[in-house]
């Protein structure tokens, strides 16, 4: 069964910078990639950030274009996503995830899901 881990959260000013690690127990099969989500307040839906697939290819929301990079170490079963520019909108609890369906920022049905890392960004 997939693990996942997901560390580097903190509280940071608006404009400071962020890295979070999510640590798998192996990637995904074909056809699917590894991903970042994140969810603003309790209940609310999650919402794609950031995926990449086996090749290294990438994917964002618009929202975080050109501030966010996602990438990843397979000798560490490591996925990585570089966060700078922070805005207090991009405060949340953010997740990593297998199951985004490649070419997409949509989560199939088999996704499995880390526990989440706050990140919190104050004005």
């Known amino acids: 069964q997939v693990q996942l881990r997901e560390s580097g959260g903190g509280s940071v000013q608006a404009g400071g910078s962020l890295r979070l690690s999510c640590v798998t127990s192996?990637?995904?099969?074909?056809?699917?990639?590894m991903g970042w989500f994140r969810q603003i307040r309790p209940g609310s839906e999650r919402e794609a950030v950031a995926?990449?697939?086996?090749?290294?290819?990438?994917l964002y929301v618009d929202s975080v274009k050109g501030r966010f990079t996602i990438s990843k170490d397979n000798a560490k079963n490591t996925v990585y996503l570089e966060m700078n520019n922070l805005k207090p909108e991009d405060t949340g609890t953010y997740y990593c995830t297998t199951g985004v369906v490649t070419g997409t920022l949509v989560v199939g049905p088999f996704a499995v899901w880390g526990p989440g890392t706050q990140v919190t960004v104050s004005s």
């Open positions: 995926a990449i697939d086996s090749d290294g290819a990438t």
């Open positions: 192996f990637f995904p099969p074909s056809g699917y990639s």
